[in-house]
């Protein structure tokens, strides 16, 4: 094998790949209705789009610093500071080529060979790649749907052990939409600073959050917890950015960087106007993101009441993000042409290929009796595919 052992301990993203076979399957002029989007249907605001143009217009396309250009860094500060009332300095901010790429030099800087990471399930697909690409160990915790996937801090005390180096949460989380308390994440914070373990507080979904949930930042709760965290949070979600690669972490200077260290001998600076436009995203109107919201519940309600009428499913109602994530263990078992339906992955095969339906199977997520359907797509599409979805499984 010409391949390193680091390379071979990794698979391909599912939700990439999926979304990818649906638009394949979409080109081939077949009627797919997808479910698989891991990013909001709606395009970029138009100011945010102006700007970059300016910055381009303007000359700005060359090397930035590394770790980002000072005023980002200031609207980061600023971004901190009002919503989640931490104070940073520029020093201690970075910003990297989304917020996947500031994970992945966290995980990088902070863990060791043998090095254990504990990771709540289900999980966001790259967590578990990410801490292997550095050589550690993922400890996977599977959470239950009782407990509405949250990880309970008696569970967590019973997993460390003196390798434990770092926690990954993810609030709110992709893929079940779970949020944390305020009380929550405190009982988890003395657990971690009583044993000095680091945590990567994912919370690029904090915006799309509904009925009132208060989204709290784990690092705000007192300086001890704030010293042992990386925040990490971008545009892409918030902003509908995906595609300018624009995240942003903050924490530890020391953390921070050689975090930047890393990043000078790997991608450098992320690209310079979008930097610019991110400015713009952070600082100026958030009237889009109202909005967003505003159409990502509606269609949250509806798609759930959807799932829950169709026998043999029940879905939970999600607090943040834009994920339904159904329970199918009923459907688990049943046959098809033949053929017992034994886990998540042949599931979400067979609704691709007969209800013409992507989704993505739950055993991407550590989860194999769920499915994940992102409701970042119209209301006709919500209302067709869940209906090919129902009447599918009634014929089974
Ligand atoms: C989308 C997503 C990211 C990555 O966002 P980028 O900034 O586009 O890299 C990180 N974490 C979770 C949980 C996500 O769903």
Known sequence: MVLSKRAQSIGPSPTLGLTARAKAMKAEGIDVIGFGAGEPDFDTPMHIKEEAKRALDEGFTKYTPTSGIPELKQAICKKFKEDNGLDYEPSQVIVSCGAKHCIYNAVQVLCEEGDEVILPAPYWVSFPEQIRLAGAKPVIIGTKEEDRFKLPPPILSKYITNRTKLLILNSPCNPTGTAYSKEELQKIAEILVAEGIWVISDEIYEKIVYDGFQQV????????????????????????????????????????????????????????????????????????????????????????????????????????????????????????????????????????????????????????????????TSMDNIAEGSKRIKEWIKKI
């Open 217 to 376: 930042s784990i690092a705000s709760l007192n300086p001890k917890i704030k010293d042992l965290t990386i925040v990490v949070n971008g545009v892409s979600k918030t902003y509908s950015m995906t595609g300018w690669r624009i995240g942003y972490a903050a924490g530890d200077k020391q953390v921070i960087g050689a975090m930047s260290n890393l990043q000078d001998h790997s991608t450098s600076n992320p690209t310079s106007f979008a930097q610019k436009a991110a400015v713009v995203a952070l600082s100026g109107t958030q009237e889009p993101v109202t909005q967003m919201v505003i159409e990502f519940k509606k269609r949250r309600d509806y798609i759930i009441e959807r799932l829950n009428q169709i026998p043999g499913i029940t879905c939970l109602l999600p607090q943040g993000a834009f994920y339904a994530f159904p329970n199918i263990s009923k459907v688990l078992g049943r046959v098809c042409d033949g053929q017992v339906i034994e886990n998540s992955t042949l599931l979400a095969e067979m609704l691709l290929t007969q209800a013409k339906v992507a989704v993505v199977p739950g055993s991407a997520f550590g989860a194999d009796n769920y499915l994940r359907l992102s409701y970042a």
